[in-house]
């Protein structure tokens, strides 16, 4: 017979395993969530999440029911997402990511895996920057990458996620959230192509630019304000042919001869392939490029690897010798004029 003691185990058990199953239900009822509304329908979730149309419906009324929220219109055996849905996805999708990543670093752990570190950084370091980072870490390492692309914004965003360990941004931040390690500071410059009467000049000022075409980022971004108030302040109209929205897209109309455009020392090498000219431009603002991370983070070493490898990438001298991180002096800059 069963002792009390056996019964009252059992009965614990049987408990754990009813509690797991309803987490793990409304788990499911997350990811099915999401994915209507990636798809778009009910129909096409179950034929990408390999289940019946009516277990989906099932999946997101159990959804709605647990968090007391209506989430979608219903009319015509179909299903229209409300505003609270849309609100409710920003969350899923983050809390969903990161229980991804857990589960793969998690299984990588018990069978002994290589790491994969995630990077996050603007797309227009992919050119120069990354590559060279990718390289030191897989010399030194065994771990992969995973390059993360943003604003500078999205790449914090990245970071407190947990979508990414590192990041390349610039300051300022917010020190209560991230720690930083300094990379270099870049002052404005302009890139030509290489034929154009600018390569004669030893700078480049805000009446110079009148009659030009100009290649210039979105009105959103600081910069676009502060050389179009210095442009107009000299009596110089700006006359705008293309508006990029992410830096690494002037490159190649300025490369083909459609206009010159301004950015900073730092961007500026990343074009190093398109051979452009480039030389300074006053009045000119002054940016602080930093690595970062998540305040309090614990460092692996392949983590210590990958950012020893982002402060060598930045740098124009030859990398020191040693494993300790150097946070102490910026990087040199590349020499326009």
Request: glycine fraction near 6%.
């Amino acid at each position: 017979m069963e002792t009390y003691n056996g019964y009252h185990r059992r009965l614990q058990e049987d408990h754990r395993k009813r509690v797991h199953r309803r987490n793990r239900l409304k788990l499911r009822q997350l990811r099915v969530f999401r994915e209507v509304l990636r798809a778009g329908s009910t129909r096409r979730a179950a034929a990408a999440l390999g289940i019946s149309q009516p277990a989906v419906s099932q999946h997101v009324k159990q959804l709605e029911a647990t968090l007391g929220i209506t989430l979608f219109k219903r009319s015509a055996n179909r299903i229209v997402p409300l505003q609270e849905a849309w609100e409710l996805l920003r969350n899923v999708e983050l809390a969903l990511t990161s229980l991804d990543r857990l589960g793969a670093s998690i299984f990588a752990m018990k069978n002994d895996e290589k790491q994969r570190i995630a990077i996050a950084a603007p797309s227009v370091f992919g050119f120069v920057t990354l590559p060279k980072v990718v390289a030191i870490i897989h010399a030194k390492t065994a771990s992969n990458v995973q390059s993360i692309s943003g604003s500078y914004e999205q790449i914090g965003e990245h970071i407190l996620a947990g979508r990414a360990e590192l990041g390349i941004s610039r300051l300022p931040l917010d020190p209560s959230l991230f720690e930083w390690a300094p990379l270099g500071s870049a002052r404005n410059v302009c890139i030509f192509h290489p034929d154009h009467r600018f390569s004669k000049q030893t700078c480049i000022e805000a009446q110079d630019l009148a009659g030009e075409t100009i290649v210039d980022i979105d009105p959103q971004f600081a910069a676009h304000q502060m050389n179009f108030n210095a442009m107009r302040f000299a009596g110089v109209e700006p006359n705008i042919l293309v508006e990029f929205d992410c830096n690494g897209h002037e490159a190649g109309y300025v490369s083909a001869g459609l206009g010159i455009s301004i950015t900073n020392e730092i961007i500026a090498r990343e074009y190093a392939a398109f051979h452009l000219g480039i030389k300074p431009v006053e009045p000119s603002a002054l940016y602080h490029y930093v690595a970062i991370w998540q305040k309090g983070r614990t460092f692996s070493n392949a983590l210590n690897v990958s950012l020893e490898a982002i402060i060598a990438a930045f740098s124009t001298e030859p990398p020191a010798t040693g494993s300790e991180r150097d946070s102490s002096g910026s990087a040199n800059l590349l020499v326009v004029g």
